[in-house]
Every structure is written in C-alpha cells, then in structure tokens.
C-alpha cells in the first residue's frame, strides 16, 4: 500500500452496517486536525486472524473491535493493557513500537455515561447486567471496581454467565450471581434493582422490535434502565421502561465517550464530547442513517 501519509483507522465486527462509529471518528480527527481515515470492515470470525494480520502489514494506526469479536481477538493480540488484561475483553488495538496493544475503553465509556447523563454515582448500587459476552465483562468489572452493592448477571448461555461470576471472583473476590433468562429469580433481582443494563444486541437495527425478556414491570420507581445499543436512539427496551415511567439511558453517550477515549489512546488528543454527541444523535433523529 503506498503511504499517502494520511493514517488508517478501522472498525473489525459482524454486523458493521449499523455502525457510527466512523461518522464519530472521522469527525473526531477533523475537529482536531488529524490526518485520518476511519473505515469498517466486515469481518467473520474465519477472516479474524487474517484482518488482525492485515492490521500489521497495512500499519493501521488503530482498530476499533465490536460484536462479535472482543475476546476471540485476543489471541492475536501481542499484550493486554488496563481494563483489556483485567476483563479478557478488548475493543480497542493501539499499533505501538511493533506490537499489537489491547484495551477496553467501554467500561470506562459506560461509567462516564451513567455519571454524567444518568446522574447516578453506582457506589452502593445494586446492579443487573444483562448479557455476558465482551461488553457485559467490561461493564462487570468496572462496575465493581467502582463500588456496586450487588452485581447480578442475567445470560442466555450458562456456562459463559459461570466463567464471568468466576472471573470476578477469582480477580476482585466480589460475589456476582449469575442465573439465565429463564430464571424464575428475575422478578426478584428487578424488584431490588437500582441500576438494569441490556448489554446484549437485542433490539439493534434492523431487528428493532427485538429486547430481552427481563420483567421491567417489577422493577422499583427510579431504577434506571440502560440500553447499550444506540441504533435505534430509543430501542423496545428502552420504551418499555419509559411507559412504565422509569429512567432511561441510551447508548449513544456510551459510544461516544468509548469513542473519545478510543482517540486519546490512538492520537494522544481528546476530542470533545458536546459537538461529537451532537452529530451523531443528528443523524440518528433525522434518519441519515438508515435501516442496514
């Protein structure tokens, strides 16, 4: 590839369609001057290795990782950095002095959501997490690290839901439970829930009428609900707890805070958030971005 100067950035996931995290980056570089070009690459888990090999000999200056791959790229990866070592969950790739970096940027990002745009401080809280594949690890372990009263894991395959309690007993010894969707618990855990989080796909576009089958009904007056999928802006999920007047956060400031973050570690500049924000609930609202 002949080098232009111009730097390389990327997207590796399947779907990619609905992504906006290149309109984010990509506005991102030119806000602060960055001779950039972010794409997103379609990649089967049989294409992983080849796309991460490609990262090298292309020399990306950096990668974005989405569903399904944040812990099948692992090992492809040279080092893991921060809360990638801690949760097994990588999203972001830093190319740095020949080697492959991997961190995670969305536990970070989710926490900086919930703070900010969610006004609540999750020391003391008691949390359920549904999901248990790359984000939920990540979201799992920031949130104990930040002081949760009760973390409870809500998964459709048990097995993965037993190696994530494990995982965060064995690296923190908090006690996390972990109990299926078909748990006759669930009533229980969202009647004394302060805090529920979809952090699975359910509901994303094009299957927008698509949520987890998790009681909302039971849930106590001001438990805020959380959705990490952003496209739709208001997903079923979100809906349904809105029309039982609970508190909603959607997922669009987790992507862009996961997003400034990513580019602090890929440029050494942070990018400002109001006008990022702004640009991609814009194209969201006004539907210049379509149905995949």
């Given at each position: 590839?002949?080098?232009?100067?111009?730097?390389?950035?990327?997207?590796?996931?399947?779907?990619?369609?609905?992504?906006?995290?290149?309109?984010?980056?990509?506005?991102?570089?030119?806000?602060?001057?960055?001779?950039?070009?972010?794409?997103?690459?379609?990649?089967?888990?049989?294409?992983?290795?080849?796309?991460?090999?490609?990262?090298?000999?292309?020399?990306?200056?950096?990668?974005?990782?989405?569903?399904?791959?944040?812990?099948?790229?692992?090992?492809?990866?040279?080092?893991?950095?921060?809360?990638?070592?801690?949760?097994?969950?990588?999203?972001?790739?830093?190319?740095?002095?020949?080697?492959?970096?991997?961190?995670?940027?969305?536990?970070?990002?989710?926490?900086?959501?919930?703070?900010?745009?969610?006004?609540?401080?999750?020391?003391?809280?008691?949390?359920?997490?549904?999901?248990?594949?790359?984000?939920?690890?990540?979201?799992?372990?920031?949130?104990?690290?930040?002081?949760?009263?009760?973390?409870?894991?809500?998964?459709?395959?048990?097995?993965k839901t037993r190696?994530?309690?494990?995982?965060?007993?064995?690296?923190?010894?908090?006690?996390?439970?972990?109990?299926?969707?078909?748990?006759?618990?669930?009533?229980?855990?969202?009647?004394?829930?302060?805090?529920?989080?979809?952090?699975?796909?359910?509901?994303?576009?094009?299957?927008?009428?698509?949520?987890?089958?998790?009681?909302?009904?039971?849930?106590?007056?001001?438990?805020?609900?959380?959705?990490?999928?952003?496209?739709?802006?208001?997903?079923?999920?979100?809906?349904?707890?809105?029309?039982?007047?609970?508190?909603?956060?959607?997922?669009?400031?987790?992507?862009?805070?996961?997003?400034?973050?990513?580019?602090?570690?890929?440029?050494?500049?942070?990018?400002p958030f109001a006008?990022?924000?702004?640009?991609?609930?814009?194209?969201?609202?006004?539907?210049?971005?379509?149905?995949?």
């Amino acid at each position: 590839m002949k080098n232009t100067g111009q730097r390389l950035f990327g997207l590796f996931g399947d779907p990619v369609d609905h992504s906006l995290s290149p309109h984010l980056q990509n506005e991102a570089f030119r806000l602060l001057g960055v001779d950039g070009v972010y794409l997103k690459f379609r990649i089967s888990r049989e294409e992983l290795a080849t796309a991460v090999a490609a990262v090298r000999c292309l020399k990306f200056a950096g990668v974005n990782i989405t569903i399904p791959h944040k812990e099948r790229v692992i090992p492809y990866l040279d080092q893991l950095v921060g809360d990638a070592l801690l949760t097994g969950s990588v999203n972001t790739v830093v190319p740095a002095n020949g080697k492959l970096l991997g961190y995670s940027t969305d536990g970070e990002g989710f926490l900086l959501s919930l703070r900010n745009e969610g006004g609540m401080e999750p020391a003391g809280k008691r949390v359920v997490i549904l999901g248990n594949g790359g984000a939920a690890r990540a979201l799992a372990f920031r949130l104990v690290q930040a002081e949760v009263a009760a973390l409870d894991l809500v998964g459709r395959d048990p097995e993965k839901t037993r190696r994530l309690t494990a995982d965060l007993w064995e690296k923190t010894a908090f006690p996390a439970g972990g109990v299926t969707f078909t748990s006759s618990r669930l009533p229980e855990l969202a009647a004394t829930a302060d805090l529920v989080i979809n952090a699975t796909s359910l509901g994303m576009a094009p299957k927008i009428l698509d949520q987890p089958a998790f009681p909302l009904a039971a849930c106590p007056p001001g438990c805020l609900v959380a959705d990490l999928v952003y496209h739709p802006l208001e997903t079923a999920f979100l809906r349904e707890a809105h029309r039982l007047g609970l508190p909603t956060l959607s997922g669009l400031g987790m992507l862009v805070y996961q997003g400034i973050l990513a580019c602090q570690l890929w440029t050494g500049q942070t990018p400002p958030f109001a006008p990022l924000y702004r640009m991609v609930e814009r194209i969201l609202t006004k539907g210049k971005h379509p149905l995949p």
